[in-house]
């Protein structure tokens, strides 16, 4: 090689490492690229206590006197790198969104946005800072990790170091889990009406079919006429002579119960208020069958579905003179990241009558007759609680591990 092109060459590779640490930014000129910079806008305050962290009259170096950088509060909905390192506060390569030294994912940070709200307070709506509320539908990250909200690997949604689900508050945005439709912060909300709506005609046309059926069902299952739980959708038309419907009840704690209501129109005070559309066949395979509603009827099997907030749906079902059974099928580990809880569950259901369990499907009795939801609701709670409690153990080790991992790369 030409000795000239060799000591270019060597010069070029000596500078590499000059060149790159040039090209991080650095507020205050102090030689300290802003990403491990301390005190980024050198006014005297540490980036974590500092509510303006790459803005402010510096205090030393270089710039000594002098106004640098922005006038944007770290809680700014403007501000989108508040300690200016080049990483916006919501990327998912940011994982120390303030500069304070400390991961977002550690249980040290209590702070994460460096605005003196600490992270689990009521009056802590944006936890990552990124202007974006913590309960608004388009935050889908609210502690800035780079995990989605609601994904199997997100341990700690609000990262307030409390596991999902050991936290009352899990999204952070001062509503306790019971009172909160959107409680993962995730933007969805379960209620089988609003899944189903395009199933169902306009309320206003149909208001003397939905109060019938609304009285008939507070009627049967003892429900007050001001508990506001209750909702009644009419459907089209489909069987000839039969109107049909669902309904829907919401307990204040978000369990949700519905089912399917029909009546003959010939006499409607004969309603049954749990349907089940048994086919009859031809059993030919073809699509066409199976959307003829002359190949259907109901059959003498009543059937109703429960279901806690993010829970699948618990399948109920009886025939006439037989007690009301329940079918839970709990969720997997490739849905969930995390195995079937078998013992928790086997604990909160095995008083049932005739309980049974093959480690997946959880069955048993629930009452000899329906006369209320609240054996209903009382279900979905148990399948909850047991549910969480088994997740909560696991995802505490879980953020342990991470906060740990997260200590060492500190």
Do not use: C
Not at 16 to 25: D, F, G, I, N
Not at 127 to 142: F, M, Q, R, S
Not at 294 to 313: L, M, V, W
Request: hydrophobic residues 35%; proline residues 6%; without cysteine.
């Amino acid at each position: 090689m030409n000795p000239s092109i060799r000591l270019a060459l060597l010069a070029a590779l000596a500078l590499q490492p000059l060149m790159a640490t040039a090209a991080l930014p650095d507020l205050d000129r102090d030689g300290i690229p802003n990403i491990t910079d301390t005190d980024v806008d050198n006014d005297g305050l540490l980036n974590g206590v500092d509510r303006n962290i790459d803005g402010g009259v510096a205090v030393r170096g270089p710039l000594r006197g002098r106004y640098i950088g922005d006038q944007l509060p770290n809680n700014a909905a403007a501000e989108l790198d508040m300690d200016a390192d080049g990483l916006a506060d919501k990327a998912s390569n940011e994982t120390d969104i303030d500069g304070d030294g400390l991961a977002d994912n550690s249980t040290a940070e209590t702070d994460m946005d460096g605005d003196g709200l600490a992270d689990n307070a009521a009056s802590e709506t944006d936890i990552d800072g990124d202007g974006l509320a913590d309960n608004a539908a388009n935050e889908t990250d609210i502690d800035g990790d780079g995990t989605e909200d609601g994904h199997k690997a997100e341990a700690d949604i609000d990262g307030d170091g409390l596991a999902n689900g050991a936290d009352p508050d899990v999204d952070g945005d001062g509503l306790a889990n019971s009172a909160d439709r959107d409680f993962d912060g995730t933007g969805e909300v379960e209620d089988f009406l609003v899944d189903a709506a395009g199933n169902f005609v306009d309320d206003a046309t149909v208001q003397p079919v939905i109060d019938l059926v609304t009285t008939a069902v507070r009627q049967q299952l003892n429900l007050s006429a001001n508990d506001a739980g209750l909702k009644v959708r009419v459907q089209p038309s489909w069987l000839p002579g039969v109107q049909t419907g669902a309904w829907r009840y919401l307990s204040a704690d978000n369990m949700q119960v519905w089912a399917r209501w029909s009546y003959s129109t010939d006499n409607p005070a004969e309603i049954k208020l749990f349907v089940n559309y048994e086919y009859t066949g031809p059993h030919a395979g073809r699509f066409e069958d199976y959307t003829n509603p002359a190949n259907y009827k109901i059959s003498d099997e009543r059937r109703f579905y429960g279901q806690y907030p993010r829970g699948p749906f618990t399948f109920l079902s009886w025939l006439p003179g037989e007690p009301v059974s329940f079918y839970y099928a709990a969720p997997d580990e490739q849905a969930t990241g995390r195995p079937v809880p078998v013992a928790a569950l086997n604990t909160a259901l095995a008083a049932y009558p005739n309980f049974y369990t093959d480690g997946r499907v959880f069955a048993g009795d629930l009452v000899p007759t329906l006369t209320s939801l609240q054996p209903v609701l009382e279900l979905q709670r148990q399948l909850q609680r047991a549910t969480r409690s088994a997740s909560a153990k696991l995802e505490t080790a879980q953020i342990a591990a991470e906060s740990a991992t997260a200590s060492r790369q500190d």
